[in-house]
């Protein structure tokens, strides 16, 4: 069931352009999400309480090997979608190929853009774009001791 919130971006843009039709708050994130942690799950929960339709673009694996290296992805674009789409605070999933997700928020033009608290306002890709359309940008609270990174370095020490 949660396979139906997978979207393609020209899918995605005649949704939120109904949903906005109808009075409805669209906010957006994105990330590789590669191992799907508790930190991932607060994270998204925060960003849904932003707004009323939580867009989470993912970043393909392409895109995943040009920002964290050679040896990421560990889990395939089609699976952590789906992973991150499973998760009840997410309403919609998109895969983007671009090096940043600028392009997808220009196509769907949220009301809201949220990121984690490891990046600061002023570096959120898409945030001038969402401001200049009376937007809201949000810099979400980091939860320590939960990255995708801190977890595979963890793995590499208990084998």
């Known amino acids: 069931m949660f396979e139906l919130k997978l979207k393609s971006k020209n899918s995605l843009v005649k949704i939120i352009s109904s949903l906005r039709k109808r009075g409805k708050k669209v906010v957006f994130t994105n990330g590789c999400f590669d191992i799907l942690h508790y930190g991932h799950a607060k994270y998204l929960e925060a960003a849904k309480a932003k707004g009323q339709i939580l867009v989470v673009g993912i970043n393909s694996d392409v895109s995943v090997k040009k920002i964290k290296g050679k040896d990421r992805p560990l889990v395939s674009q089609n699976y952590r979608a789906k992973m991150v789409a499973a998760l009840e605070s997410v309403d919609f999933v998109v895969i983007f190929s671009e090096p940043t997700p600028l392009e997808m ?6 009301d809201v853009l949220v990121k984690g608290g490891d990046w600061k306002e002023k570096d959120i890709v898409g945030a001038d774009f969402v401001k200049s359309r009376k937007g809201r940008v949000y810099s979400l609270k980091f939860i320590k001791g939960f990255s995708t990174t801190g977890i595979i370095k963890k793995i590499g020490q208990t084998s």
């Open 105 to 110: 928020i220009k196509a769907l033009k949220p």
